[in-house]
């Protein structure tokens, strides 16, 4: 059974040149973390020359879709009906790339089909998850 997702979109980076260049970025979905989504900008498209990669919630992705949101790190809004906005801030800095919405609604029905919203909870092993926060703690 598929317990990943990967799909490669074209993002335009916003910068103060005129022309936005286009970079392939790559959203990840993993069931073993099922109410996060990353996305992987490549070394050639960051400042430090190294691959970058930011994880914010399933949630956060699909909720932008339609209105702004995030107050954090990541913030997630529509730009027009054919295009999202996502903004990442880090202490270096602020980067703003714009992706087709209908490449991240197609990953997120993807991530649906795998773990259905609403039933990620489903996913976690809890017992497990305890055992290691609890291994160390004597």
Do not use: K, N
């Amino acid at each position: 059974m598929l317990s990943t997702i990967e799909q490669v979109a074209e993002a335009r980076l916003v910068a103060a040149a005129p022309r936005m260049p286009t970079i392939p970025v790559t959203l990840h979905y993993d069931r073993q973390d099922p109410f996060a989504v990353r996305m992987t900008f490549p070394a050639p498209a960051t400042l430090a020359g190294v691959e970058i990669c930011w994880t914010f919630s399933r949630e956060l992705l699909s909720a932008g879709l339609t209105g702004a949101e995030g107050q954090g790190d990541v913030r997630v809004r529509p730009y027009g009906y054919d295009r999202t906005v996502l903004e990442f801030h880090a202490p270096e800095g602020m980067a703003v790339v714009h992706l087709r919405s209908g490449d991240v609604r197609r990953f997120l029905a993807a991530t649906a089909e795998l773990v259905p919203v609403g039933l990620e909870h489903l996913q976690l092993d809890l017992d497990d998850g305890l055992a290691e926060l609890m291994r160390d703690a004597c």
